[in-house]
């Protein structure tokens, strides 16, 4: 075990859904900005919504597009990142042999042919993702953290939290059996558990339904008075969080939150000040625990860093850069991490502590390609003293987003089918551990 995992104790995981880093933490590095000249996103003066830099670059259709500021707000369609739409974004090799990523406008046009040939050139500033930029630049952030997959959510979903995918995209059914952290938890008795604020994710896996309707499932609500007054004997030693994905066909009485386009940021930004202000409730707790923020994927974004010649399976390449950041009493205010990182770096940190160092074949297969531990990103020999005060949450956008925006999704057709196979799997537990589920799909069964 690394020696500053000893000071750890617990292991927070968000991963929301579908953004880039030059999307969301981009602008950090633009002149004038806390990390230019530090931190590898996007550089330049922005004129009249171009970027001098002429590296950032995608054409499409004769015109040349650059990166350009957006406001949050809810958008007018989805952006693709299907394995096909990601080998075009990627777009041509170069002379070094790595991707030109110049093909993301390309992508999107080809998948919306009437939508905006800006929108995934888009990056926002500090004021549409405030929370996200309160903890990079009270924490560390990490610029080289790509998805595991080029492709889309639940395969790199998958790779969290087992290590490997069985599937190359995002199918409009039920996953397939794979063996989760949580079976490698129960093995050698380590305490664990699920905040969500909706049906998470896990409800797509049928062979875990017994388990998602159980006590090891709570309602997000209920984690900031865990922290407060939970025993350490019954802790959980790791915690995954999930959002309330927009896919899903129920929300449990809440607004989707889990940043997929074309959501807006502010749901997700809201989101994400409850979990920092219900893990630092208790603030000697805290200081034991290190809580990472991440996206699955790019969700169609721009980003300008050629992913690494990561092998797996069908692929010969990681994903998209996404927006990762460590937050920890252990990490120095203001720490750009460049080491190489990927979701599978999670279960790397859950082995060095509380395994023997060895997640599994498949995620040392990717630690033999380069691919590091979250552990190294500790920078502190002890926790910091004071924490940093976060800002107000983000106004509530003035449009709401429905899910009827853009077609069906493989997505929302598996949540779907999901929400069925748990109600016909364990009816009276769904009533009592999701009362609006049940009462949703009681209702629909009388119409």
């Not at 040939?117 to 888009?122: D, E, I, Q, Y």
């Amino acid at each position: 075990m690394p020696d500053k995992l000893e000071d750890i104790d617990t292991i927070v995981v968000l991963m929301m859904q579908s953004r880039s880093f030059d999307h969301v933490l981009g602008h950090l590095s633009l002149d004038g900005g806390p990390y230019e000249g530090q931190l590898d996103g996007l550089v330049g003066t922005p004129v009249d919504g171009k970027l001098l830099d002429t590296r950032y670059e995608n054409t499409c259709e004769g015109r040349v597009h650059h990166p350009q500021e957006m406001r949050d707000g809810a958008m007018s369609a989805e952006l693709p990142e299907d394995s096909h739409s990601v080998h075009l974004s990627l777009g041509r090799r170069t002379s070094s042999g790595e991707r030109a990523m110049d093909g993301f406008v390309r992508a999107h046009a080809l998948s919306a042919h009437r939508a905006s040939r800006t929108l995934p050139m888009g990056f926002l500033r500090c004021s549409g993702a405030p929370v996200t930029n309160f903890l990079a630049k009270s924490y560390a952030v990490c610029d080289r953290w790509f998805a595991p997959l080029p492709t889309g959510m639940a395969p790199n979903r998958l790779m969290a939290t087992c290590g490997y995918s069985l599937l190359a995209d995002t199918t409009p059914r039920l996953l397939p059996l794979h063996e989760t952290v949580f079976d490698w938890m129960k093995q050698r008795g380590i305490r664990y558990r699920v905040y969500h604020d909706g049906l998470s994710f896990f409800t797509l896996c049928p062979w875990m339904h017994g388990e998602v309707t159980s006590d090891r499932f709570r309602s997000a609500v209920r984690l900031a008075d865990d922290v407060r007054n939970e025993p350490d004997a019954t802790f959980p030693q790791v915690i995954y969080i999930e959002p309330s994905y927009f896919d899903a066909p129920f929300h449990l009485g809440r607004p989707p939150n889990d940043n997929r386009p074309p959501l807006p940021m502010a749901p997700g930004e809201r989101f994400l000040l409850q979990v920092y202000q219900a893990l630092t409730s208790n603030a000697e707790r805290f200081g034991r625990t290190l809580f990472i923020v991440t996206y699955a994927s790019h969700g169609g974004f721009y980003d300008h860093v050629s992913p690494p010649p990561i092998h797996d399976g069908p692929f010969k390449t990681a994903g998209v850069r996404v927006p990762a950041i460590v937050v920890s009493p252990l990490v120095e205010r203001g720490t750009v991490h460049g080491g190489l990182l990927d979701h599978t770096s999670i279960l790397q940190l859950v082995a060095e502590k509380f395994g023997d160092g060895a997640y599994s074949e498949a995620v040392a297969r990717r630690a033999a390609q380069g691919i590091g531990s979250v552990s190294a990103v500790l920078n502190r020999g002890a926790a910091r003293a004071s924490l940093p005060v976060p800002p107000s949450p983000p106004e509530r956008p003035g449009r709401k987003c429905k899910r009827s925006l853009t077609p069906r999704t493989e997505g929302a057709l598996a949540f779907d089918l999901a929400a069925r196979a748990l109600c016909d799997h364990a009816p009276a537990r769904v009533a009592s551990a999701y009362p609006e589920l049940w009462q949703a799909m009681w209702n629909a069964a009388l119409q």
